[in-house]
């Protein structure tokens, strides 16, 4: 599906395109960095209309929430928008700030990692330095964030803090607790827009009752200069196949606990069947 403003050629396809403008040109410091995305014929890819209109909230609005399933951009169209916003000509934005709950997969322990904030933080930012590294290249962006200009802040330093003319992405924001994001969102200063983005399915907070992002949705809709995106199921735009697990952890899905997997598999095998996938056309053309 063609989305107005988007161009036709696939993500692959559109980052070899950005990057190929400056990809042999060398990178010493942020202002070489810097000149060179300015550089860059910056044209995101919407993949589908949520990501268009996710898009549109962030330039109408000051602080924006964004939720929906793994896999349907979120993290991408933040990211870009936070570089490309970064190097416009008429850009007040002086840095990209990135912050996310601490909070390991269900209780999953690292350990004790070794090094300064953010030598420790890098697990998590995986997934924001990952995009980034799609857009702009890996030796843009470790040079950007050895100057300070790409910078990552834990929720757990932000106290007494205020941030002045920054893009700041919240990413994983079901991990945050209320608290934390109340302190979060009043160290916004002038100049600085704010994307917050989350999984409302995929909470690892161990402590009941809603996380800081369901009591962000019910606590500021309706308030000016904050915007709401939503995705579902049908926006994922990772293989196809990634929607149909997910739809197998909806509260709707049955799932018969006096029945042992071992009996459901050989019943299976014997009568196989299959549900028709729901949320692609990837299926039938393929």
């Not at 470790?142 to 834990?154: C, D, Q, S, W, Y």
Request: aromatic share 10%; glycine share 6%.
């Amino acid at each position: 599906m063609k989305i107005k403003g988007s161009v036709t050629m696939s993500r692959k396809t559109k980052v070899e395109t950005i990057t190929k403008v400056v990809s042999n040109q060398d990178c010493q410091n942020k202002r070489q960095a810097l000149s060179q995305m300015k550089r860059i014929k910056w044209n995101i890819d919407f993949k589908n209309n949520n990501q268009k209109k996710f898009w549109d909230n962030i330039v109408s609005n000051t602080i924006n929430f964004c939720i929906g399933p793994a896999g349907c951009g979120k993290t991408y169209v933040a990211t870009y928008w936070a570089l490309q916003n970064l190097v416009e000509k008429s850009s007040t934005y002086d840095g990209i700030i990135i912050t996310k709950p601490m909070v390991e997969v269900d209780g999953e322990r690292i350990g004790y990692l070794p090094g300064n904030v953010d030598e420790k933080t890098e697990p998590f930012m995986q997934s924001v330095y990952y995009n980034m590294e799609q857009i702009i290249g890996k030796q843009r962006m470790e040079v950007l964030r050895a100057a300070g200009i790409i910078k990552v802040i834990p929720l757990a330093y932000m106290r007494g803090l205020t941030l002045q003319n920054k893009i700041v992405m919240l990413d994983e924001a079901q991990n945050a607790t209320i608290p934390q994001i109340k302190t979060f969102l009043t160290r916004i200063g002038m100049g600085s827009k704010y994307i917050v983005s989350g999984d409302l399915m995929q909470s690892d907070l161990k402590s009941k009752g809603p996380n800081a992002l369901e009591d962000s949705i019910r606590r500021f809709t309706g308030l000016y200069g904050v915007g709401f995106s939503q995705f579902t199921m049908r926006d994922v735009v990772r293989h196809p196949i990634v929607a149909e697990l997910l739809s197998r952890y909806e509260d709707k899905f049955f799932i018969d606990e006096n029945v042992s997997a071992e009996a459901t598999l050989s019943e299976w095998l014997t009568h196989p069947t299959y549900e028709h996938p729901k949320y692609s056309q990837y299926w039938e053309k393929n």
